[in-house]
């Protein structure tokens, strides 16, 4: 199999750098969050119920007829309009920026939800609504209304948004509704491995890249995770971690709830620093996390050092001489793997209709084998699963029309995948390499973690990174030829070559590329 996407490098050493911290920003905006008047179901048959869904806007450097940048909130609750990197492009497009909550999203004293539902006292029915259809439609729905609404921009053309579920969020509209959403980006969404049977033969994609970029951090740090983890497993086995790993050091209070919580903490935060291995502090107490585990592991001299590195980076303790508190809330949500998303609705949606397997670990890995045999368990509610649910992954992928043949004769849709994420694994179409912007088009980009090319230069300034500079250029290039600003042109320090790389997360398969210099 040929894999083709186009790879985005920076002039700059492929190995771990530590950055100096991106400013951290705090989720809020000095945009006012308004409410849309949106329908709870968009079906023709069904009733008039209504709720509101929050929104931001930013209309301050629209031209009339200029486009409207779209963003799809998803994951998390209403976030900051002026994080989203389309804040960035507005002032060059004339553009108009807008944010629409996901329904079912918010906190606890406020969030887009329907009737009948209450985030402290959740009930299966209360989610009928939640579905990909009216989801998807809430967007058509809210642009739509820009339009009416918002002088000038009867016939703007509108620029879907997406990162994470999002991006999935954006190429579905992209094909579902392509008479209204113009473009997409999408940035680092996970495209197959649907379904929680052994039959899906992208299961172990996600885990293998993740072991590839431990590898190619440090060779020695790997390998002490890797006998570490199967010592940590093996006394699982034996039921004698207390004796076995005593320096792991477990507060007295936590002996009681056992090891494998500990253990699944440990396993899923391996997985998950890589791919959220920012240069802010972000989903974990320090910048670049990635080379500050690897630091500390190789410093570490015993098993107990090297598994207290992940245990205390998930809790979000710098006290290095610390006992590992298992009733630490951080842990518990690592030990569940729920680093995505703390909305109960997510994990609706990962029954409903978005169950990514991305939990399988084959036997020649990093980590310990792990999901590799029989069905996966990817919904923890077995009451919200979907009717096809346990369907096999190409059921899925002709059911959203996201097989290799569809996206690759789908225009303008540019799909971004950062190197330090394992979504990348299972979020890369093979599509044909070609220099036509409008073509759709996947962007590999070293250096970066999940979806991180999606922040706005408020959250991670130019100069930080070469690399998102270029991405960023590359996406205003797009955007510009999409919008008919553009003349097809390759800037002239810019030259792309066809290329073949090995990538070793899949273990025969070849990798077809544009390289940009």
């Given at each position: ?470 991405i960023r250029d590359t996406k205003l290039e797009h955007l510009k030829e999409w919008l008919g600003q553009g003349n097809q042109t ?28």
């Amino acid at each position: 199999m040929v894999f083709k996407v186009v790879i985005l490098l920076a002039a700059t050493a492929t190995a771990i750098v530590r950055h100096s911290p991106a400013p951290v920003q705090s989720n809020t905006s000095s945009i006012a969050t308004q409410h849309f008047t949106q329908k709870v179901n968009h079906t023709i048959d069904t009733s008039s119920a209504t709720f509101k869904q929050r929104y931001q806007l930013i209309t301050q450097y629209f031209e009339p007829g200029g486009p409207i940048l779209f963003v799809q909130s998803a994951e998390t609750g209403m976030p900051a309009i002026n994080a989203s990197d389309f804040i960035d492009y507005a002032p060059k497009l004339g553009a108009l920026v807008a944010m629409l909550e996901h329904r079912f999203f918010g906190d606890l004293h406020s969030g887009s939800y329907p009737p009948g539902y209450d985030p402290l006292n959740i009930s299966s029915e209360a989610f009928n609504s939640l579905t990909l259809d009216n989801v998807l439609q809430d967007g058509v729905n809210f642009v739509n209304w820009i339009k009416k609404t918002v002088v000038g921009a009867a016939d703007s053309k509108v620029i879907y948004g997406g990162s994470s579920y999002g991006g999935f969020l954006a190429v579905s509209a992209r094909i579902r509704y392509p008479e209204t959403f113009y473009g997409a980006i999408a940035s680092s969404p996970a495209l197959n491995s649907f379904g929680p049977l052994s039959s899906n033969r992208f299961k172990f994609d996600s885990a293998k890249w993740a072991s590839d970029i431990y590898e190619g951090a440090s060779k020695n740090a790997s390998t002490k995770i890797k006998v570490s983890m199967l010592a940590f497993k093996k006394c699982l086995a034996d039921n004698n971690c207390d004796a076995t790993i005593p320096d792991l050091d477990v507060c007295n209070n936590s002996t009681s709830l056992g090891y494998e919580r500990l253990y699944r903490a440990v396993l899923h935060t391996y997985l998950a620093i890589p791919k959220f291995n920012y240069p802010w502090i972000g989903k974990y107490p320090t910048a670049d996390p990635l080379g500050d585990l690897i630091n500390k592991t190789l410093a570490a001299s015993t098993v107990g050092e090297v598994l207290r590195v992940p245990l205390l980076g998930a809790s979000w303790n710098n006290n290095a001489s610390s006992c590992i508190d298992g009733f630490n809330g951080n842990i518990s949500k690592a030990s569940v793997g729920n680093m995505m998303s703390n909305q109960p609705a997510f994990g609706y949606i990962n029954c409903g209709y978005y169950p990514i397997n991305d939990k399988s670990i084959p036997a020649d890995n990093v980590l310990p084998e792990a999901f590799a045999r029989g069905a996966v368990d990817i919904c923890t509610n077995s009451a919200w699963k979907a009717v096809d649910y346990g369907r096999e992954n190409e059921y899925f992928l002709q059911k959203y029309e996201m097989t290799n043949d569809f996206l690759d004769t789908t225009d303008k849709l540019l799909i971004i995948q950062g190197r330090y994420d394992r979504t990348a694994a299972i979020g890369s179409p093979i599509l044909t390499v070609t220099d036509m912007l409008n073509h759709s088009r996947v962007i590999l980009v070293d250096g970066i973690a999940h979806a991180e090319d999606s922040v706005s230069e408020a959250i991670e300034p130019r100069g930080l990174k070469p690399q998102m500079d270029q991405i960023r250029d590359t996406k205003l290039e797009h955007l510009k030829e999409w919008l008919g600003q553009g003349n097809q042109t390759l800037d002239s320090s810019a030259t792309f070559v066809s290329l073949r790389r090995q990538i070793a997360v899949f273990s025969s398969l070849l990798l077809a590329a544009i390289l940009l210099f």
